[in-house]
């Protein structure tokens, strides 16, 4: 009897953890871990973030640069697809895009191309891609002047030489030549929400929501826009918002854009979370004239 | 052992549940830290691209390349990312140039043009918008509508006195500040931000130093050359430290513009505008005339721009004579004579209109030399004689070559005009160039009373340069310069050099001037900035002045200002005492 007692004491003695105190050490250690795990996802997106902004700057930079060095920007590269196609993309049509008429295939709905830029890293189709290895897009606004086959943005000299023959029929703008007349048009609109009343649906200016670039909404005033899609790219891009940048799920080709902070699906523009940058026309007069490009 | 196996147990768990809490602890600090950099670095970066965006917006305005926009203040009652202008005088109204930076275009409230935005919505890493301070020597006056006067003279002799930054001991870093841009970081102490129309203070920070000095601060603009501060982070700034007073509050973060920066890129801008001019002018006369050829220089040290023949450097000739260019009047019955000062000095004609009939002839001749000119008209017999004898205009004209008269009025009839000059241009001949500079003095035009004294006329001096050439500045010849170019005087800032062989009816297939490494260069601008006033000086022993009839009071280097065709490469570096910029005009 007395022996069970020791033995029963001995049992008490070497007993293990019990049940509540392992829970414990459990629901700290995991409470620990979740705190590091969302951290660190934090941490994830975070970077993707930044490393995606710091691609678009670096393109944008990249293509001012190539407007220094060319005094035309280039075209937009055409849709995905085989082969090495991440270079501009020229029209097809009569007549046929060149350099010198600056006449592109996809003004607003193309892709950086990045070939042409010599930008790195490049896929194996010549597109740079951002954090979530989705090809960056990129369009410049389809300036014609006049009664020319030509845009003044794409073309060699197109803003230098803009409307020097009087021939635009944009009567506000028609007396001024060069830069001035650039300055002058309607260019690309960013808006901070999408001004139709349909996703996807064609717009002329930004309506009732608000211009980043101009008051007023008669006239946009940039001249390209640089865009990630964002996380969401494969499943996203049906909002009406994001549907107004053109993407894997969103037809939508005009020159109205939408920029603004991220949101939730709950959200009257529906989730939002492409990242973009932009250029208006000062900015890029500031490096052609630097450039001795301009006036 | 198996009690001690037990219990290592629960120590292993323990340390485990520590040390992961630790490094969780750990991790989460160094991404505060981390992120506390990368916000910095973001609110830098923002500001840099702010200076940027506004540099480009001021260098590219339509309307006067050089001009900001008024900042967005809660005047209006927000904060709506639009100008606000201010439509009173500045004078004891400074605090209307600080504001926030507006982003949207500059057609807010009593703006009265509209011009494009910036382009960018700024904000720094708080979330907040950026904050904007302008001098008053680069925003339009609606007291007296009138454009500041913008060149490069303004970064030594401004109208105002322009802002000043300082370091956090108060040491200033720059006194020629044309515009400050400051990211208000989160709110400190009590500021409150909340209702969207808070004001600068609860904005801007201030601080004071332990050693006195009074407030420096952020928050206020009441004198032209305010005081911005470019101060140091209160995160960094422990509450034992000796040099500020406690307790110190300040996250500010700042990036300024000066003239010197505005000013570099609008020579580039103004000079741009001059190239595409005379390259206009070249096409232009290419193609009705069959040769392209570019227009002469206006002498250094003239107060006219004119075309001068034969000269091969000088200033841009942005205008173009029209005749009379002065003329004095003279009233015989109250005065024996009368004088006109001529803003010009060199002369082609002098010419005279006598207006009333009834003139006694005394014959004559032209007469010109240097001291003294007297215009006669030598003519009294036949049709083209001098005698009138009756009531009409008849022009007399002195040139080089001799005094004339247009009309065929006949009648009685006399003209003695005695051109004195203070100081004689050494030619007064069109076609006379010398290469040296001949008119840096004006000039008076006496008209002396005649007998008899009862018979007015009015005359005076011109410089008449024939149409044949073409007008530069003109429309005729596609060569029309931007209002506002003029307006600021930029033809005195941009010196022009022309190959001699690529003026008027010259072939321009031989150009002669040579840039750097490029020769054949048909014709050059060189933006001379603002006088060199202060040492070293590298070609004149003594400070630049302007106007001047001397090279050397606007070029900076020996190959610059020897007096031949050669000159500095283009991307020649700027430094203290060389300010030059050289932009080839064609090919």
Redesign the interface.
Known sequence: MSMRRNLTSKRIIFRGFTLVEMAIVLVIIGLTIGTLTATISAQVEHRDLSETRNTLENIKESLLGYAMANGRLPCPAQTPGTGIIGVEYFSGGSPAGTSANGLCGQFYDGFVPAATLGLSPANTSGYILDAWNNPIRYAVFDLSDGTVSKDLLTATDGIKNANINGTSTDASCSTKSGMEFVGCMSLLYVCDASPTAAAGDVAADCGTATSLSRSTSSRGGVVFVVYSTGKNAATGGTGKDEAANPNSNSTNNDPVFVSHDPSGSGAAGGEFDDLMVWVSPNTIFARLVQANKLP | M??RF?KG??LI??V??IS??L??YA??VS?LNNLRV?QDVQTLKTLSEAK??L???A??N?NQPGLMPYPDRNGDGNYD??SDCYTGSLTGNYDKLLGQLP???A??ANCST?V??????FKDSSGNHLWYAVSRNLVYDYSTSAYPVINPDKISNPTYAWLQVLDKQGVVISSRVAAVIIAPGPPLNDQDRSGGIADATNYLDTFNLQSGGGARSNRTYSMPDEDFYMGEDSQGVRSDNTVYQQPYYFNDKLVYITIDELME?LE??AA??AR?ALQNYYLKLKATTGTGYFPYASALGMTEYYQKPNQYYGFLPVETPTQPAQTCAVNYSSATSSTATCSFANITNVEFTRTTAFVSTTGGQCVLTNSNKTCRCAVTSGSSRCNANVSATRRFTCTATGCSTTGSVAGNYVFNGTFSFITSPTSIKPNSFTGICTGCSTNTATCSRPSPAVYPASGGFSYQYTSSPGAFNASVTNSVLPSWFTFNKWQDYLFYTVSSNCTYGLQCDTPDIKVGTKSSVKALIISTSKAITIPPYTIKNSAQVQPSCSINDYLDSTENTNNNAVFDATNTPRNSSYNDQM?IVAP
Request: aromatic content about 14%.
């Open positions: 198996p009690v037990q147990i629960a768990f323990l485990f549940s992961l809490a490094l969780a991790f989460q991404n990368e940027a965006a540099l480009a917006w260098v590219n339509v990312g639009k982003w949207l275009a057609d807010d509209l494009s935005g910036i382009g960018r919505e890129e580039k801008r741009g505008e595409k932009f």
